[in-house]
């Protein structure tokens, strides 16, 4: 009874509108903003994006997601999309091996920046899946969710229309 909202992570940005019908879903890229009872705007994203420190990775985010590459990357039969995917994960692997941790963190002020910009309270997102509910810049919330499996890998809307941690396998629809 309830609905499913996809947005792309760092590796499943091919989904595209046919999949999301095909799941009965509503696919939207990027970026979510959900509104609940009070008018509380949350932005759910991936936060792959909020590593800017990281510019190789972002510039390859770039490549990756350019309509060019996707647009190609559809059209190849399925065995060369298997064998590119193992091969930019491989490679992902390596490179992430090599950097320090602070050049792949999270980074507070591209928090402040998104929640401004899509006019939010709070930012959902997973990618580092180590649980977090701090305040950033002052004023807004920023919950970063553990890995599917993990202690607090959802959020749901309590009855006041907080945003709460909700233990592993809690599935909650924010509209």
């Not at 090599?98 to 507070?108: D, G, H, L, W």
Request: glycine share 10%.
């Amino acid at each position: 009874g309830g609905e499913v909202h996809l947005l792309w992570g760092n590796r499943d940005f091919l989904l595209d509108e046919r999949v999301a019908e095909e799941a009965g879903a509503t696919l939207h890229g990027d970026a979510l903003v959900g509104v609940d009872a009070q008018g509380q705007r949350t932005l759910f994203v991936h936060g792959d994006e909020l590593c800017t420190l990281d510019t190789s990775y972002q510039r390859l985010r770039r490549f990756l997601r350019s309509r060019v590459i996707t647009g190609g990357l559809l059209s190849l039969p399925l065995f060369v999309s298997l064998w590119l995917a193992r091969r930019l994960r491989n490679e992902s692997k390596r490179a992430v091996n090599s950097k320090a941790p602070e050049e792949m963190a999270m980074q507070e002020e591209v928090v402040a920046s998104l929640c401004r910009a899509h006019s939010s309270n709070s930012l959902v997102c997973g990618h580092a899946h180590r649980w977090r509910d701090q305040t950033v810049a002052g004023s807004f919330r920023w919950i970063v969710l553990d890995a599917f499996g993990g202690e607090l890998d959802s959020v749901c809307v309590d009855p006041s229309g907080q945003l709460v941690g909700a233990p592993s396998g809690f599935v909650a629809a924010v509209s």
